[in-house]
């Protein structure tokens, strides 16, 4: 569209129109507050460029109201095919807490926050409801979790937003995979319902909020109509970018130690060399990987979650 060609009404919800879809899954007096936190909350889209993960927290508790208005956020997005395959489990209880940044992987920000969300992909309340009907649970449980996977991860992103645009920040956890079994069992989960992602959420620390920071060049993640980049150009972007990256230090503060490759030897990447394609190949090419994907293989399977033929029912 043309910059200065006509654009359709902006549609600004007022407080009166959140408090209606609140109550679509609040109570009425959750639902009320959260009307009245609509009026401050901060305009969509500065909320969203504005976005940056969020990893030290004051202690402060995260009001009633502002729970509230996450919980609606986490469930008012849209869910494949009305299903609704995700559960949330909110985590305010500083032990319990502490337990979970040790099984996430020693993450703090786990710790220090005051509220944790752990969204979990839920195909057993699903598969319950098609017993109850009668028939036999038929669905593909690969394709069925990447679908709960992507509704749960809606709701994490909504909930992250709403809380930022009133002043509190997140940081998304994809370490709660790595204790998923265990965290499950803490939260006296049912099988089936499997703890994925995470989301912490509190003030930022001193009211210190990070700048956002950097993306990958837009011709690499956003094409329009087909696919647009040859090897070569594809090639080309990744290295200009590589090469202001490491300029800038972006990636210094979160260097993968050497030692996490398994090689040995000193680190053979000399300071102001580690930018992005540095970090991206460490990242991914940690000796730690194995292990990790050994306990996922072990952990879903423990859970309840078996990949399937197609076609495969579940015994009665």
């Known amino acids: 569209m043309p910059s200065d060609a006509p654009r359709p009404h902006a549609t600004h919800a ?13 109570d009425a007096g959750a639902a009320d507050a959260v009307g009245a936190l609509a009026a401050d909350s901060a305009g969509t889209l500065g909320t969203v460029l504005t976005h940056a993960s ?22 008012r997005g849209p869910t494949s095919s009305a299903l609704h395959s995700y559960t949330h489990v909110l985590v305010r209880d500083p032990e319990r807490k502490r337990r979970m940044a040790h099984l996430a992987g020693d993450q703090r920000w786990i710790d220090e926050a005051p509220l944790l969300i752990v ?16 028939y036999r649970y038929t669905a593909h449980d690969l394709r069925m979790l990447v679908s709960a996977t992507a509704d749960l991860t809606v709701g994490l992103q909504n909930a992250s937003l709403v809380a930022q645009s009133l002043g509190y920040g997140t940081v998304l956890l994809g ?7 265990e965290i499950a069992h ?16 509190g003030r930022p620390a001193g009211d210190r909020w990070p700048t ?4 990958l060049p837009l011709p690499l993640l956003v094409h329009h109509e087909a696919w647009s980049l040859t090897d070569a150009a594809e090639r080309a972007l990744l290295e200009a970018h590589d090469a202001e990256t490491c300029a800038e230090g972006t990636y210094e503060g979160r260097r993968i130690p050497w030692a996490a490759m398994g090689r040995g030897g000193e680190d053979p990447v000399a300071e102001g060399d580690y930018g992005i394609l540095e970090h991206v190949g460490r990242k991914q090419g940690r000796a730690t990987w194995g ?26």
């Open 54 to 75: 969020v990893r030290r927290f004051e202690p402060e508790p995260v009001p009633d109201d502002v729970v509230a208005a996450l919980e609606a956020a986490l469930v």
């Open 212 to 215: 956002p920071r950097p993306r």
């Open 175 to 181: 370490g709660v995979l790595n204790g998923s079994l």
């Open 14 to 26: 007022s407080p009166e129109a959140a408090r209606a879809a609140a109550a679509t899954v609040l």
């Open 119 to 134: 969204g979990c992909a839920d195909l057993r309340r699903t598969r319950a409801m098609v017993h109850a009907r009668g």
């Open 291 to 316: 292990p990790q994907g050994a306990k996922v293989d072990h952990d879903l399977p423990a859970q309840g979650l078996r990949v399937r033929g197609t076609g495969d029912v579940d015994p009665d």
């Open 186 to 201: 803490d939260l006296g989960l049912p099988e089936r319902v499997v703890p994925l992602v995470g989301l912490s959420v």
